[in-house]
């Protein structure tokens, strides 16, 4: 090649070059599923006692009964009208089936048998068993058919996340009730195995898939980033309310979570590093739950706790989750009307009044918080109604 050919050849390649770096660092950065900033509903499964129940529970002195007064509307009515996104679970072991069947404090009350499908194998959903036993969904098969068939009706929602919370601690032995059953290593295959039996692989989010080809799955989410919105919506993912020995345990077998659907509560430096949970966002873990959002974890956070902030009408806590950065922000109290019966209208809604917003600590330029969710085409807060009195 002569020096004058090979001039000219220079002289077109670089400027093409240049001008393709030049559009690689002027393209807009993809919108990731961590880019982007929900509210989620705490105990979504949780519906108060009878009134015969509560007077038993509350004349006992044995716990605070205000603490405990929130009931949930079914999860497909806070998926669909309240615009919930994340949504918490708490799982108790019941391979026989039965073991929750017969609440104590029901039969107290002289309410008569409890629900038949109690009786039937398989994971059950509640919150204190024998005496704080009712659920909108009784089984965790079938709160997740729920969260399927509104998934099913409304493909374009950004992914939904549920949190789960292992739960087996016994009562004291004064207090007559059942004795759980202990979350093992064996007996947590149950959890991903009634997952799997409702939605099919392709559409849950799992560790696998944010892993990709790196070594770790920390290494995965701060050096490649979490799945794009586009891929992700219509999808759920799992996350685990436990840390130790719970994480442990269900990592038992499956380093970094290989194979695993859920991913583990953990901590920044573990390889298994992806979700973390902070579930008070005041003080010092404001700074810090926006450093672990910025580097590219997935974080949980609380607006609310124990009706408190409800019946005050204090929204500093709330506010201060909402400005974290935390991808899933959670309440007792989604939508407005739910705290009247405290006097209040406190509630926990995005500012833009729709399902998802653009996260204020690590979202592009490019996000727009109007085009995210695409469950009810931009309806958003139109469809915001207070569950009737019979779905609460």
Same mark, same amino acid.
């Given at each position: 090649m002569t020096v004058a050919r090979l001039a000219r050849?220079?002289?077109?390649?670089?400027?093409?070059?240049?001008?393709?770096?030049?559009?690689?660092?002027?393209?807009?950065r993809v919108v990731r599923l961590n880019d982007v900033q929900v509210v989620g509903s705490h105990n979504s499964y949780h519906v108060e006692?009878?009134?015969?129940?509560?007077?038993?529970?509350?004349?006992?002195?044995?716990?605070?009964?205000?603490t405990l007064e929130y009931s949930s509307a079914p999860l497909a009515w806070q998926l669909d009208r309240e615009d919930v996104r994340q949504l918490e679970l708490d799982l108790w072991v019941d391979p026989a089936g039965g073991l929750y069947a017969a609440p104590r404090l029901r039969a107290l009350a002289n309410l008569g048998p409890y629900a038949r499908a109690m009786s039937a194998p398989g994971i059950k959903v509640l919150h204190v068993q024998d005496y704080d036993y009712r659920t909108n969904c009784?089984?965790?098969?079938?709160c997740l058919r729920g969260i399927r068939g509104w998934s099913d009706a409304h493909p374009g929602h950004v992914p939904v996340a549920v949190l789960l919370e292992l739960k087996d601690l016994a009562l004291p032995p004064q207090?007559?009730?059942?004795?759980?059953?202990?979350?093992?290593?064996?007996?947590?295959?149950?959890?991903?195995?009634?997952?799997?039996?409702?939605?099919?692989?392709?559409?849950?989010?799992?560790?696998?898939?944010?892993?990709?080809?790196?070594?770790?799955?920390?290494?995965?989410?701060?050096?490649?980033?979490?799945?794009?919105?586009?891929?992700?919506?219509?999808?759920?993912?799992?996350?685990?309310?436990?840390?130790?020995?719970?994480?442990?345990?269900?990592?038992?077998?499956?380093?970094?979570?290989?194979?695993?659907?859920?991913f583990t509560n953990s901590v920044q430096g573990r390889s298994d590093a992806a979700f973390v949970e902070e579930n008070d966002p005041t003080g010092a873990n404001f700074a810090? &739950?926006?450093?672990?959002?910025?580097? #590219? +974890?997935? $974080? %949980?956070?609380?607006?609310?706790?124990?009706?408190?902030?409800?019946?005050?009408d204090d929204t500093r806590r709330r506010d201060v989750a909402l400005a974290s950065?935390?991808?899933?922000?959670?309440?007792?109290?989604?939508?407005?009307? &739910?705290?009247?019966?405290?006097?209040? #209208? +406190?509630? $926990? %809604?995005?500012?833009?009044?729709r399902p998802a917003r653009c996260n204020p600590v690590r979202a592009p330029r490019s996000c727009r918080s109007a085009a995210l969710d695409r469950a009810h085409a931009g309806a958003g807060a139109l469809r915001r109604a207070r569950a009737p009195a019979a779905a609460r």
């Open positions: 050849l220079l002289l077109v390649a670089v400027p093409v070059a240049l001008m393709g770096a030049a559009a690689a660092a002027a393209a807009p006692p009878a009134g015969p129940e509560k007077a038993l529970r509350a004349g006992s002195g044995l716990i605070d009964e205000t009784l089984s965790f098969v079938a207090i007559p009730a059942a004795v759980p059953l202990p979350w093992t290593t064996g007996r947590m295959a149950a959890i991903d195995r009634e997952i799997r039996s409702v939605f099919p692989r392709r559409r849950i989010i799992e560790p696998d898939d944010v892993r990709g080809g790196r070594r770790t799955l920390q290494a995965a989410v701060l050096r490649d980033g979490w799945p794009t919105l586009d891929a992700s919506r219509g999808k759920v993912l799992f996350l685990m309310d436990n840390a130790e020995p719970y994480r442990s345990r269900y990592l038992a077998g499956h380093p970094c979570l290989r194979g695993r659907v859920l810090r &739950i926006r450093r672990e959002v910025r580097r #590219g +974890y997935v $974080v %949980r956070t609380r607006a609310d706790e124990d009706t408190r902030e409800a019946r005050a950065g935390a991808q899933w922000v959670s309440t007792d109290y989604p939508a407005p009307g &739910i705290a009247a019966r405290f006097g209040t #209208g +406190y509630d $926990v %809604r995005l500012p833009n009044n």
